[in-house]
């Protein structure tokens, strides 16, 4: 889920062909994107309203027939925040793929993860077509993406892992850095910074999560538990909005200090 200006709240559906939207003030979900075209199974992953460019950004997957087990041919594209119309499309590379999340980055790119096949495409402002920016070994299982004061963090969630990838003088990146976490995390999904910390969604235990990194070290502290498996977070101003997937439903906390 993401939150549009205006306070617009925008939920795309993980077991149907849509993304919704829900005004302020109201609990009534009105269909705003309509995949149903794009083949049986079509369902979306990450979200995000990047409002700079007036853009939806969202991550569409579709089953391959008849592949066992399951392929997932998958896009990022691009809609109208205001209208819906599609202005941007493009596939995920290969025969087998997740596209999960993004996040824009300082230099106003969108940075994309593939969770089964472990890379981290760029799409830089403006461009139609995104680069490959980093595959390694470590990032099988990428998934939430953010970046914390100009840093690029990322989670893994089959291996439980929390990552910073560091970039040389010349703006490229290198060997993903473990960042050790004093706690386990379960599953980690979605995740974005606020007050200069990481809020993560863990999708195996049903908590949400605020880790302060401290160098190549981290604290997690436990905010909310008891979800049904919630894959996502979004800040907005004093409230944290939180998708949770297995309920069905797009749930809010007081934003934590």
């Known amino acids: 889920l993401t939150i549009a200006p205006g306070g617009v709240l925008i939920v795309g559906s993980a077991s149907s062909p849509f993304v919704y939207k829900v005004r302020p003030g109201s609990s009534t979900a009105e269909k705003f994107i309509d995949a149903s075209e794009e083949g049986p199974g079509t369902f979306f992953f990450g979200m995000l309203a990047d409002a700079s460019s007036n853009t939806l950004w969202t991550c569409q997957l579709t089953p391959v027939p008849g592949t066992t087990p399951m392929k997932r041919h998958t896009a990022l594209r691009g809609f109208d925040l205001s209208t819906g119309t599609q202005k941007t ?33 760029r799409l830089p402002a403006g461009a139609s077509t995104a680069e490959l920016y980093l595959e390694h070994r470590t990032l099988m299982g990428v998934d939430g993406i953010t970046f914390l004061n100009g840093t690029l963090y990322v989670n893994n969630v089959f291996f439980n892992k929390l990552y910073r990838i560091p970039v040389d003088a010349a703006g490229k990146p290198g060997t ?15 995740m974005r910074a606020a007050n200069g910390k990481l809020i993560i969604a863990e999708n195996g235990s049903g908590k949400i999560s605020v880790i302060t990194v401290n160098g190549e070290k981290a604290s997690v502290t436990v905010i909310h538990e008891g979800l049904k498996t919630p894959t996502g977070v979004e800040p907005a101003g004093d409230t944290l909005w939180i998708a949770e997937r297995g309920a069905g439903k797009a749930v809010s906390l007081p934003m934590p200090k």
């Open 89 to 121: 499309r493009w596939n995920l590379p290969g025969e087998d793929s997740v596209c999960n999340d993004f996040s824009v980055g300082p230099d106003k790119a969108l940075y994309i993860t593939d969770t089964i096949n472990g890379k981290i495409f």
């Open 176 to 190: 993903p850095v473990d960042i050790w976490m004093d706690q386990p995390v379960k599953g980690p999904d979605g």
